[in-house]
């Protein structure tokens, strides 16, 4: 994922130096319906699509180069017979604009998310895999580089809080040099700071293309946080829809595989970094938690901090919170909240807390108290998500007993 400022982001982040968290705070969303030659009548409903507008080579509001990802929109729209809008998510395409847009039903579907259980719990279904992306190795032509080893002796610009600036932290003998973004790495390419740019294989592919005339080669890696399988996203409720859409994607194969050449993503066969055996832990993302998901730390996650603290609760988030609940939180505190030892039972905080309780609660699920074995969540869900969690367990307060 737009899916959002690290950079695996390519699957669901911003692909570049917008995705900073600034950005974040700025919303905005206008739908505009796009009729396709196949149905124009107005008894078809349109297949709304959320997209960011300015995400290439994902997805851009500018008709002559709607992205990858509007463009296998259009074919699946075609295919089965249906219009197709858009309704523009102008943020970072993380798991909270997934929640707004796709569970809040401003559209339909959303193309490009990970592919992954862990992704969103169970609110979120995916359609076939559509694609793998992965980072990459991007360097000058003449320079091979099929293992780590090859990196010795080199410049490589890694992006700030990606697995692959984790990856080569150790290496002494690998000189990185950070960079905040895949243009920013490619750039430092370009005026011969850095050797070899570690970044997100999709954007670099498109960079090269469309500002660098192809200069570059481009090395696929592939690897523990290194590379993800892209699906089309739907609420849990619309399956119907998704099977739909699965059953013409097999047909739509050539044309993604087409499409995926034209925005220029690499099409190589990845190497891996260490070989199969002996991946160091290095690979393994900082938070076992996280393993599932794209580069949390990349992710929704950041702009918690950076955002004011979410304060509406009404049904939604309620319905939203139990959800989230049940998928992550419960295998310890119990299903719906309901839990018999009452150092856990999370329907106490009122009683235990009192006035404390919300602050207790941010403190406890932002930092966890992990020698308890209560995990820490910050890096994991985004605030707006904990808000549900809380407006969740609010609703189901005890007023009664003791308060140990
Ligand atoms: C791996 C098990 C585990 C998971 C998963 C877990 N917790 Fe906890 N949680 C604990 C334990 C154990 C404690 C008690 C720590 C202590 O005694 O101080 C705790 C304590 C808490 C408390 C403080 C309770 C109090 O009365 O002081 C809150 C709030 C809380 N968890 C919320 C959550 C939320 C929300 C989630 C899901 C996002 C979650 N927990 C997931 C194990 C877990």
Same mark, same amino acid.
């Given at each position: 994922m737009p899916v959002i400022s690290g950079e695996f982001r390519g699957l669901y982040a911003k692909s570049g130096v917008r995705s900073h968290l600034g950005f974040l705070a700025v919303a905005a969303i206008l739908a505009l319906v796009e009729p396709t030659s196949a149905a124009d009548t107005s008894d078809v409903k349109p297949l709304r699509l959320c997209a960011d507008p300015t995400n290439l080579p994902y997805s851009s509001d500018d008709a002559s180069k709607p992205g990858f990802y509007l463009e296998v929109g259009q074919a699946i729209g075609k295919a089965l017979g249906r219009p197709v809008a858009y309704n523009w998510y102008r943020t970072y395409f993380g798991k909270r604009s997934v929640r707004?847009?796709?569970?809040?039903?401003?559209?339909?579907?959303?193309?490009?998310?990970?592919?992954?259980?862990?992704?969103?719990?169970?609110?979120?279904?995916?359609?076939?895999?559509?694609?793998?992306?992965?980072?990459?190795?991007? =360097? #000058?032509? !003449?320079? /091979?580089?099929? @293992?780590? $080893?090859?990196?010795?002796?080199?410049?490589?610009?890694?992006?700030?809080?990606?697995?692959?600036?984790?990856?080569?932290?150790?290496?002494?003998?690998?000189?990185?040099?950070?960079?905040?973004?895949?243009?920013?790495?490619?750039r430092a390419l370009d005026l011969g700071t850095a050797d070899v740019a570690f970044v997100w294989g999709p954007a670099?592919?498109?960079?090269?293309?469309?500002?660098?005339?192809?200069?570059?080669?481009?090395?696929?890696?592939?690897?523990?946080?290194?590379?993800?399988? =892209? #699906?089309? !996203?739907? /609420?849990?409720? @619309?399956? $119907?829809?998704?099977?739909?859409?699965?059953?013409?994607?097999?047909?739509?194969?050539?044309?993604?595989v087409d499409l995926a050449t034209k925005y220029g993503l690499p099409d190589d066969q990845p190497i891996t970094l260490y070989g199969s055996e002996n991946t160091p832990n290095l690979l393994t993302p900082r938070k076992a938690a996280t393993a599932a998901v794209p580069t949390v730390s990349s992710l929704s996650v950041n702009i918690a901090s950076t955002e004011r603290e979410p304060d509406a609760v009404n049904s939604a988030s309620v319905n939203a919170g139990k959800e989230v609940?049940?998928?992550?939180?419960?295998?310890?505190?119990?299903?719906?909240?309901?839990?018999?030892?009452?150092?856990?039972?999370?329907?106490?905080?009122?009683?235990?807390?009192?006035?404390?309780?919300?602050?207790?609660?941010?403190?406890?699920?932002?930092?966890?108290?992990?020698?308890?074995?209560m995990p820490a969540w910050k890096e994991v869900l985004t605030d707006y998500v904990l808000n549900d969690i809380y407006a969740y367990l609010l609703t189901l307060q005890t007023s009664a007993g003791s308060t140990d």
């Open positions: 707004v847009t796709l569970l809040g039903r401003q559209c339909d579907a959303m193309i490009g998310l990970p592919l992954s259980d862990d992704f969103m719990g169970p609110t979120v279904i995916f359609s076939r895999k559509i694609s793998t992306q992965t980072y990459a190795l991007v =360097a #000058a032509k !003449g320079k /091979a580089i099929s @293992s780590v $080893e090859d990196l010795k002796g080199s410049r490589v610009a890694v992006q700030y809080q990606t697995t692959p600036q984790n990856l080569l932290a150790l290496r002494d003998d690998i000189e990185k040099v950070t960079v905040l973004s895949t243009e920013e790495g490619m670099a592919g498109w960079l090269n293309k469309t500002q660098y005339e192809n200069r570059y080669k481009i090395q696929t890696v592939e690897g523990k946080g290194l590379s993800w399988d =892209a #699906a089309i !996203g739907f /609420a849990r409720t @619309s399956k $119907e829809l998704r099977d739909q859409v699965d059953a013409v994607l097999p047909g739509l194969e050539q044309k993604i609940f049940n998928a992550t939180c419960a295998h310890c505190h119990g299903t719906d909240a309901v839990q018999g030892e009452r150092r856990i039972d999370l329907r106490r905080l009122q009683l235990r807390y009192g006035e404390n309780a919300r602050a207790t609660f941010w403190t406890t699920v932002h930092e966890g108290r992990l020698s308890k074995g």
